[in-house]
């Protein structure tokens, strides 16, 4: 076996510590920064993308507790808008009761009253009409009396 003469151990030896050394080198000098490099933007890449995330999830949070807020508040507004409509509505219902109530009750006094003269009217046609009957009943019963 040629490689364990020993001869050529020194040549060997050679070979291996220069082509490791080049090897140590071309790793330590070449293939290792650009690596490093790569991790450290890597690094940095992630922790932007980290920071970003956090700020997004704050931001997220404080939107989502203000449209909380919102929703309340709209809540609120709606329930009070809703009673004061409702409070108005009633208040325009009872003056229209109260407006129609007073009509009907116009209505009925107008009528009454009406009615009233209505009855007096025809009490003294009835009275003027009895009157004439009367005479000429007394007239008829006179004019009998005399014959």
């Not at 009253?113 to 004439?132: F, N, T």
Request: charged residues 30%; glycine residues 2%; contains cysteine.
């Amino acid at each position: 076996m040629p490689q364990l003469n020993t001869a050529t151990f020194t040549s060997q030896i050679f070979w291996i510590v220069l082509g490791f050394s080049l090897f140590y080198l071309f790793v330590s000098r070449v293939f290792c920064p650009k690596v490093e490099e790569m991790l450290v933007e890597r690094a940095f890449y992630v922790d932007r993308l980290l920071r970003d995330a956090q700020e997004l999830r704050t931001n997220a949070e404080q939107l989502e507790n203000d449209s909380v807020v919102a929703l309340e508040t709209v809540q609120r507004e709606t329930a009070n808008d809703e009673s004061s409509l409702l409070s108005r509505f009633r208040e325009q219902e009872e003056k229209e009761k109260n407006r129609l109530s007073n009509w009907f009750a116009e209505q009925y006094r107008t009528e009454e009253a009406q009615l009233r003269q209505s009855s007096k009217d025809v009490l003294i046609y009835v009275h003027d009409q009895m009157e004439g009957l009367v005479e000429k009943a007394v007239e008829k019963i006179s004019i009998t009396k005399q014959t």
